[in-house]
């Protein structure tokens, strides 16, 4: 938390009072560090925290000391190892807290219910509810797939620039999982603002044949999210479409509505 003499316009909001300041600064640096990309510099650090360079580099040294941030041999800083255990943790929890909502999702529109994560530069599934038809859509948690054939990684994506959503299309390369999945990096744009303009986004048979999904974002999750229904085309039609966007979009919001809370007790 940057201190009052050295705040500039583009520093993260103070704090609640009543925490301790050297966490509340280390974990703000951690999240500037995640929001550069995992690796920074020191004068990147304090030009955008405001806080002085002495302190920065005393936090970020007690930071590598326990392993969650590693020092580059060009003397940046790197978001480190010990990190990726919290995340995986915290994934899976996220994905407990999900499965309420999923499961009303089920029961209001009988399809199988979803939630998924961008990790990098792939989609991971980190909770599902099935449907209690005995034709229904299964997806194994845990399961990595890449977002252009899906309609989780366009509702993840959507809000993307442009220039980083092609980046990420040029390393992960756009196989095609079926005929009609979209295979160039201007076709997943128009479709990213379709879902932009409609407010969901829908997989029509592009990673299975005979299976549409919809998907919306979980509004400001804190890391990126998304939940679908999934289900055969012959169920999950233009007229169910209608029927179900809403229903996603509420349980979308309520889920956020909870995140925000279980992350708000003093």
């Given at each position: 938390?940057?201190?009052?003499?050295?705040?500039?316009?583009?520093?993260?909001?103070?704090?609640?009072?009543?925490?301790?300041?050297?966490?509340?600064?280390?974990?703000?640096?951690?999240?500037?560090?995640?929001?550069?990309?995992?690796?920074?510099?020191?004068?990147?650090?304090?030009?955008?925290?405001?806080?002085?360079?002495?302190?920065?580099?005393?936090?970020?040294?007690?930071?590598?000391?326990?392993?969650?941030?590693?020092?580059?041999?060009?003397?940046?800083?790197?978001?480190?190892?010990?990190?990726?255990?919290?995340?995986?943790?915290?994934?899976?929890?996220?994905?407990?807290?999900?499965?309420?909502?999923?499961?009303?999702?089920?029961?209001?529109?009988?399809?199988?219910?979803?939630?998924?994560?961008?990790?990098?530069?792939?989609?991971v599934y980190v909770a599902q509810v099935p449907s209690k038809h005995s034709m229904?859509?299964?997806?194994?948690?845990?399961?990595?797939?890449?977002?252009?054939?899906?309609?989780?990684?366009?509702?993840?994506?959507?809000?993307?620039?442009?220039?980083?959503?092609?980046?990420?299309?040029?390393?992960?390369?756009?196989?095609?999982?079926t005929e009609k999945t979209i295979t160039t990096p201007d076709g997943f744009l128009d479709a990213l603002e379709q879902v932009r303009r409609v407010g969901y986004?829908?997989?029509?048979?592009?990673?299975?044949?005979?299976?549409?999904?919809?998907?919306?974002?979980?509004?400001?999750?804190?890391?990126?999210?998304?939940?679908?229904?999934?289900?055969?085309?012959?169920?999950?039609?233009?007229?169910?479409?209608?029927?179900?966007?809403?229903?996603?979009?509420?349980?979308?919001?309520?889920?956020?509505?909870?995140?925000?809370?279980?992350?708000?007790?003093?």
């Amino acid at each position: 938390m940057p201190p009052s003499h050295a705040s500039t316009s583009d520093s993260k909001p103070a704090a609640p009072s009543g925490g301790v300041q050297s966490l509340e600064r280390a974990f703000d640096l951690l999240e500037r560090m995640a929001d550069a990309g995992g690796e920074v510099g020191l004068s990147e650090l304090s030009a955008s925290s405001g806080l002085p360079l002495p302190t920065i580099h005393r936090l970020m040294r007690t930071l590598v000391l326990c392993g969650y941030v590693r020092q580059q041999p060009n003397r940046r800083y790197a978001l480190g190892p010990r990190l990726i255990r919290l995340g995986e943790s915290a994934s899976r929890l996220l994905g407990t807290w999900a499965r309420p909502y999923l499961a009303r999702l089920v029961e209001e529109t009988g399809e199988t219910a979803n939630m998924a994560l961008l990790d990098g530069d792939e989609v991971v599934y980190v909770a599902q509810v099935p449907s209690k038809h005995s034709m229904r859509m299964f997806t194994e948690v845990g399961r990595r797939v890449l977002p252009h054939s899906t309609g989780v990684g366009k509702a993840l994506l959507a809000h993307t620039p442009p220039e980083e959503v092609r980046a990420l299309l040029a390393r992960t390369g756009m196989p095609a999982a079926t005929e009609k999945t979209i295979t160039t990096p201007d076709g997943f744009l128009d479709a990213l603002e379709q879902v932009r303009r409609v407010g969901y986004a829908v997989d029509d048979n592009e990673q299975e044949i005979g299976v549409r999904c919809l998907a919306v974002s979980v509004p400001n999750s804190p890391t990126s999210a998304a939940i679908s229904i999934s289900g055969p085309a012959g169920r999950v039609t233009d007229a169910a479409t209608e029927r179900i966007v809403p229903i996603l979009q509420q349980a979308a919001k309520e889920l956020s509505d909870a995140l925000a809370s279980s992350g708000s007790a003093g």
